[in-house]
């Protein structure tokens, strides 16, 4: 069984108090691993080491050409330990090899290659140091100047352990800053060979931080310590507001990217094929354990019985089984307490009045693992707690709308705003509808395609702050303004006047 301790200051460490926790491998209900577990001071010796990197300025000192070079060495690093790191991610997570091959290590790798090559190039440039000239209130040649913040935190979730550690570390040292991670207790330990990675790739000791923990020690120590200057979390909403609470005591920056609920619509013009599978793949990837999975399909009345029959069709061509198996197209829920929540929120579609008319249950044939069929409610109304609260889990609620403003008015009926798509042969008609839509993302005739390049997060209830792009990475600097005034003789500065004789 592999062991893992706390990557603190470029070392391997044990935890202050000995604890250590196994990591279960859901498709086995196995253990796989065991990592340190992390308490309070623990969580303050990495801060520590985060602090006095950043103090000496190893990594901040740095020009961006230098930094960017190391995060992409950082990638090249990942994909040749790529076999390595794709098992641990499957047996940590559940998630399936095939996903993990394709998805996770090319994602996560990139993320760096991208920041890295970004900080590297003019654009960069000209956003760390923008120059004006002015002549009110008086003559001054005026700079604004983005600095790095100084410790960065990033807590992130189990659903994407691999890659959201990839969108907290990269941009946080492209901008020059050193950061502290706490992964999710149950999928821990791709962030911490991640951790050693970095370090191994060329980044300096003690600028790179990986500590593994519960949220109510660490996390929360992680929030409310005075030395970190921003803290970054995907995860839940209700998480989401106790971290913004807690970094309210010393006025933290804060990034949350965090629940969803969102809306696929489907529209009468659409391509059927296409969207019944879109409308699959949207919802069931990764057994729905996706923050934007669009779990509220939305089709025009007049199409939905020919939608919902393909939808059926489809899911005969998902395989649920083995994760290290490349054929395999789902794997099992992350833990048994997930999928004891799914199961709940399938019984009260069912006593709410909606037709479960494919899964909602176990598959039969798997006798171990956290598994559970892909699940399809029709007649669903959008008032209905499976329309509304995220589940998490493979479970798809269909809904009917009659004309475009009612489809609008029902996709925006929600706390959330985090993703949503638009399946339509006419991409004016698309559009128009997406930038009626209040979330964060629409996706047109597509789902799940995130771009480095553009900015991620959500509207209302779904977050605050962006992820990726320029305008993630603008999220790790603090702006500074440089006034250049003219150096003359004191009757050259009127303004002398309003307090001087």
């Known amino acids: 069984m592999k062991e893992f301790g706390l990557f603190i200051d470029g070392e391997w460490h044990a935890a202050k108090g000995g604890k250590t926790a196994p990591t279960i491998n859901p498709a086995t209900e196995e253990p796989w691993a065991t990592v340190a577990v992390a308490d309070r001071e623990d969580v303050r010796k990495a801060v520590a080491a985060a ?3 950043h103090d000496r300025g190893v990594w901040r000192n740095k020009s961006p050409q230098e930094r960017g070079e190391i995060l992409q060495k950082v990638a090249m690093a990942m994909f040749e330990r790529q076999d390595e790191i794709a098992a641990a991610e499957v047996q940590d997570g559940g998630g399936t ?3 993990a091959m394709s998805m996770d290590i090319p994602g996560a790798a990139q993320t760096f290659m991208h920041f890295g090559q970004f900080i590297c190039g003019d654009e960069y440039k000209a956003m760390i140091c923008e120059e004006f000239d002015e002549m009110v209130p008086v003559p001054s040649k005026n700079l604004v100047v983005r600095e790095p913040i100084g410790v960065c935190a990033g807590i992130t979730p189990w659903n994407f352990p691999l890659i959201m550690a990839a969108w907290k570390i990269a941009p946080a040292l492209a901008a020059g800053n050193t950061v502290v991670i706490k992964p999710a207790s149950v999928t821990p330990v791709t962030a911490l060979m991640l951790g050693e990675i970095c370090t191994k790739a060329g980044v300096p000791a003690g600028v790179v931080n990986v500590i593994s923990g519960p949220g109510g020690t660490a996390g929360e120590e992680l929030a409310m310590h005075p030395d970190i200057g921003k803290i970054a979390f995907t995860g839940s909403t209700e998480v989401g507001r106790r971290i913004m609470q807690l970094g309210a005591g010393t006025l933290k920056k804060v990034t949350l990217e965090l ?9 009468d013009d ?22 934007e999975s669009g779990t509220r399909v939305l089709v025009h009345e007049k199409i939905h019985d020919q939608l919902i029959e393909k939808m059926i069709a489809g899911i005969q061509r998902i395989q649920i089984g083995d994760t290290m198996d490349p054929t395999t197209g789902m794997g099992p829920l992350v833990s048994a307490a997930q999928r004891e929540t799914v199961e709940k929120y399938v019984g009260i579609g069912k006593e709410q009045g909606a037709k479960c008319v494919v899964g909602g249950k176990r598959p039969a044939a798997m006798n171990k693992g956290y598994y559970f069929e892909p699940t399809i409610f029709d007649d669903v109304d959008n008032k209905m707690r499976i329309a ?10 269909v809904i009917r709308y009659k004309d475009e403003d009612e489809a609008v008015r029902i996709a ?4 959330y705003g985090l993703g949503g798509a638009v399946w339509s042969a006419n991409k004016d008609r698309a559009v128009a509808v997406a930038k009626r839509i209040e979330t964060g993302t629409v996706w047109i005739n597509d789902y799940h395609m995130i771009n480095l390049r553009f900015p991620f997060g959500g509207y209302k209830q779904s977050g605050v702050g962006r992820e990726l792009g320029k305008w993630g990475l603008a999220e790790y600097h603090e702006l500074k303004h440089i006034h250049v005034g003219e150096d003359t003789p004191p009757e050259g500065k009127f303004y002398l006047q309003l307090l001087l004789n």
């Open 51 to 53: 602090k006095k990197a």
């Open 388 to 397: 509304q609260e995220e589940i998490f889990g493979p479970v798809v609620s």
């Open 97 to 99: 090899m095939r996903k």
């Open 259 to 267: 629940g969803g609920k969102s809306p696929n619509i489907i529209l």
């Open 270 to 291: 659409a391509n059927l094929d296409t969207a019944a599978l879109g409308a699959l793949f949207a919802t069931f990837l990764h057994q729905g354990q996706i923050c």
């Open 412 to 415: 925006n009926d929600s706390v």
